[in-house]
């Protein structure tokens, strides 16, 4: 019988022992041996990270290393994707995501997604903020409009819009557009913010606004971004996580990784080394 092969995968540090699913106070969510197929072809090793609350983690590395892939497994976007498997474990609030009967839908609620262009409904400004709320609950007007008023402000939005909330979505700028969607995503409370490179098709003032607002609503929420750009990994994350090749080569503290990294992989990669 041949004997079981054991697969050495880098474990996050902040990772807890427990393996049943129970949620300990330093984390908002947990991943465990979690990898991705798409039919034959491996796109993510299996690998374990811990993500706190009230933080920011960057995921970096170069274009389809897997960071992005990683990324759509924690709300279950992949699963949208023909031929895909997605494997190991995915805890939050002590329950595991990747079981038969997960509620997607509710578990999209509490773990919101931005992706990288911007992406309005084809709606007014209030009704894409209100959009969320409306099907998770019945609301007042004035309920409703203290929530899209509090969302806009939240992202900055507000005091350049409030005069034309029934204007669409569509005509706003960029960056606008794209700080409505955060307004959208953060309308229905969600505990776990996954931020897709959202400032890749944005100027750089509209950037600058975006990466402010990231630190900001790690206050409160749990914020995961994917980015190419390491400047604005170091300026805005607590945490930062390199992918090479489908594999979690290393992940810790920013300021440790990108000054004494252990991996010559990412020593390579931050420095421009690799070819």
Known sequence: MMAEMTVER???????AAGDGRRTTDEALRC????????????????????????????????????????????????EIANCHVGGHIWFHGQDALAPGCDVYDLRR????????????????????????????????????????????????????????????????????QRLCIARTLAVDPEVLLMDEPTSALDPISTKMVEGLMRDLARDHTVIV?????????????RTAFFYLGELVE????????????????QDYLSGRFS
């Open 226 to 238: 994917v980015t190419h750009n390491m400047q604005q990994a170091e300026r805005v994350s607590n």
């Open 10 to 16: 880098p474990v996050d540090a902040a990772t807890t």
């Open 110 to 177: 509490c773990i919101g997604m931005v992706f990288q262009q911007p992406n309005p409904f084809p709606l007014s400004i209030y009704d894409n903020v209100a959009y969320g709320p409306r099907r998770h609950r019945r609301l007042s007007r004035a309920q409703l409009d203290e929530i899209v008023e509090r969302s806009l402000r939240r992202v900055g939005l507000f005091d350049e819009v409030k005069d034309e909330l029934k204007k669409s979505g569509l005509a706003l700028s960029g960056g606008q557009q």
């Open 251 to 266: 992940v810790g503290p920013t300021k440790e990784l990108f000054s004494h990294p252990r991996e010559r992989r990412t």
């Open 32 to 79: 465990e041996g979690l990898s991705v197929a798409y039919g034959e072809k491996q796109a993510l090793a299996p690998c374990d990270m811990t993500f706190a609350p009230s933080t920011v983690t960057a995921l970096i590395g170069p274009s389809g290393c897997g960071k992005s892939t990683f990324l759509r497994c924690l709300n279950l976007m992949n699963r």
